[in-house]
């Protein structure tokens, strides 16, 4: 049965070491691609894989990404979509002494980071009145 690269829930729970490990190993290979050798796809869009899940069979990885230097982060990821086939043969020829298969690879957007700007703007907003002085609870 083929597994649905939609079915995020599968990646969910408990990843075995095999899956952690082989997860590094695609993180940091697809890291030096974006970086180093596909300029010509993306131009100076500056591209950096935050997270890799693994499916238990290893056919299927989820890729997050975060964009710099970009205003418009969806088509930077359409990009990467579009481009996906040649991301996948680059970490291919990379990788093919280590992995028996390569997984398909899922790209999604890593919004963490502007969450997080969110939340201390919000947090360096708040007005907190200053405890009174001499008050004992």
Known sequence: KRFSPFAFPYF??????????FARLIQKELGEIFQRDS???FGTVWI???RVHVSPDLSVAKVMLSFLM?????KSLQDVKDNGK???QALANRIRHQARIIPELVFLLDDTAEYAAKMDALISDLNIPPAATGEEE
């Open 12 to 21: 969910r729970g408990m990843e075995s070491k095999r899956q952690q490990k």
């Open 39 to 41: 300029k010509s796809l």
């Open 48 to 50: 950096t894989v935050t």
């Open 70 to 74: 970009t205003d418009d982060k969806a």
């Open 86 to 88: 040649a991301v996948r």
